[in-house]
């Protein structure tokens, strides 16, 4: 690989469908850019639809030729995620990559339709019944396909409370979202673990992570918490510190697409402390890789959304 891998380097997707979650805006925006320029057909999984339509527009301005399908999301409803992979599944025959893309970041204290704290229900839980609901599709298509997890390098301060994983008892905003983070990686190393298992070696699992990338990510908990200070604070910050969306999907489009992309790997920027650069293989946390942990994650998971692997 070379160091300074860039989306120009994304192979050619032609004839192939990939799934980006929180396609409408920042690094899932970017990534659904990139994939369509290369031929992909992108189906833009997003909880608003009016701002789903903006973005495709944006995208198609910028790849006149882009082939997009819109579609509702919202992983905070785990029945929008059973209504999404029905549709999906009736409408396509592929999956070739799943991009587990979108998440919420700091939030106050809030709950998704049913009842899980919001960054551990949409971050992790979400995408884990999402993923279950179409490893069918992923398993059926031919030639090796992916699962990517969008994970954090604030995964690294993430501990899983499992006498308390939704916060009820005590939540701390930043403790919830490094949970969540850290929740993606146990999660996409299991799932390696189990494919491996399972003898399924044409679907693979990895993490990734953007470094350091000037999204509306880090806005949405000062707008929800009303405050504008920390509002503006944020954004000063993304101006002076962060590297741009554009930047921070790479890892996401590396781990999607890239040849030597292996199974169980985490991907992130390669440079001032990996937060920042071209991407290529990082090491995610010890916790990140503690098997008993993941088991009783996944069980915790399937038991929380209903959902069963199979594998």
Not at 59 to 69: C, F, G, N
Not at 209 to 221: K, S, V
Not at 230 to 251: D, I, T, Y
């Amino acid at each position: 690989m070379t160091s300074k891998w860039t989306a120009d380097d994304v192979p050619d997707c032609s004839g192939k469908t990939m799934v980006v979650t929180g396609a409408n805006s920042g690094l899932g925006y970017e990534a659904t850019r990139a994939l369509a320029a290369k031929g992909a057909h992108v189906v833009m999984a997003v909880r608003s639809p009016e701002r789903g339509r903006e973005a495709a527009r944006d995208v198609r301005e910028a790849v006149p030729d882009a082939d997009l399908t819109l579609a509702r999301l919202d992983l905070a409803d785990l029945d929008s995620v059973r209504r999404f992979a029905d549709w999906f599944r009736a409408e396509f025959d592929d999956c070739h990559v799943l991009a587990n893309n979108a998440g919420l970041m700091a939030i106050p204290r809030r709950e998704t339709e049913q009842g899980f704290e919001m960054q551990f229900g949409v971050n992790h839980l979400g995408h884990f019944a999402l993923t279950g609901l179409l490893l069918d599709t992923l398993r059926d298509t031919e030639g090796e396909t992916r699962v990517v997890a969008q994970s954090s390098g604030l995964h690294e301060n993430g501990e899983m409370d499992f006498s308390d994983p939704m916060g009820e008892e005590s939540y701390d905003k930043w403790d919830a979202y490094a949970q969540s983070k850290l929740a993606n990686l146990l999660f996409a190393y299991e799932l390696q673990r189990r494919l491996e298992l399972a003898g399924v070696d044409d679907v693979v699992s990895l993490g990734c992570h953007p470094g350091y990338a000037d999204t509306n990510l880090q806005r949405r908990g000062p707008e929800m918490e009303g405050s504008f200070v920390r509002k503006l604070g944020m954004g000063l910050a993304n101006r002076a510190f962060a590297q741009s969306a554009e930047m921070g999907a790479l890892p996401l489009l590396y781990a999607a697409t890239a040849d030597d992309a292996r199974g169980g790997t985490y991907v992130g920027p390669t440079g001032f402390q990996n937060m920042r650069g071209h991407p290529g293989e990082n090491e995610s946390s010890e916790a990140s890789r503690d098997e008993d942990d993941a088991h009783r994650l996944w069980e915790l998971s399937e038991h929380l959304t209903g959902v069963t692997y199979g594998i």
